[in-house]
């Protein structure tokens, strides 16, 4: 199978079959009357592998350090139990500080909704932003200079 082909096949971008082998993950042979990169179905093996891997959220540093082992001989599902639990951790860390942060965007424009335009004068840029009471802050509000 050319790029295109295996690709195809795995239902990834050629561009993604291409930067899987200049990372080493894939390894063409080379069609002998040609030197087209010629793909294996071992190939497509690995190729849905890795594709499914990435959208389970492992890296591509997890994904090589799966296959490295897997290439050993040595089981690598351990290790892969492991890897998706730090994943799912820092990913859970994520969602909490978005929905910290929707919050947080929630109560700045409830905050902003009867507050005027204020132009720059000099002392601040935009007083909507400088003078939003942040959590954990408390920040006496400056009103408009008059115009």
């Known amino acids: 199978m050319r790029v295109a ?3 195809k096949a795995a239902g990834v971008s050629a561009e993604t079959v291409r930067h ?3 990372l080493g993950l894939l390894q063409p042979g080379r069609d002998p009357q040609n030197g087209y990169q010629q793909f294996a179905q071992a ?3 690995r190729l849905r592998f890795i594709a499914r891997a990435r959208r389970l959220g492992f890296s591509l540093k ?3 350090a799966i296959l ?3 290439e050993s001989g040595a089981a690598p599902c351990g290790e892969v139990r492991d890897l998706l639990r730090e994943r799912l951790a ?3 860390a994520h969602i909490d500080e978005c929905q910290r942060l929707a919050l947080v965007m929630h109560d700045a424009l409830n905050d902003w909704a009867d507050k005027p335009e204020c132009a720059p004068d000099g002392q601040a840029i935009c007083r909507l932003i400088e003078d939003f009471e942040l959590p954990g802050e408390n920040r ?3 009103p408009c200079p008059a115009h």
Do not use: H, K
């Open 68 to 70: 490295a082992r897997a």
């Open 20 to 22: 899987y082998t200049d």
């Open 5 to 7: 082909q295996l690709a």
């Open 140 to 142: 006496p509000a400056t």
């Open 43 to 45: 190939d497509l093996q």
């Open 90 to 92: 820092a990913l859970q």
């Open 62 to 64: 997890d994904v090589q």
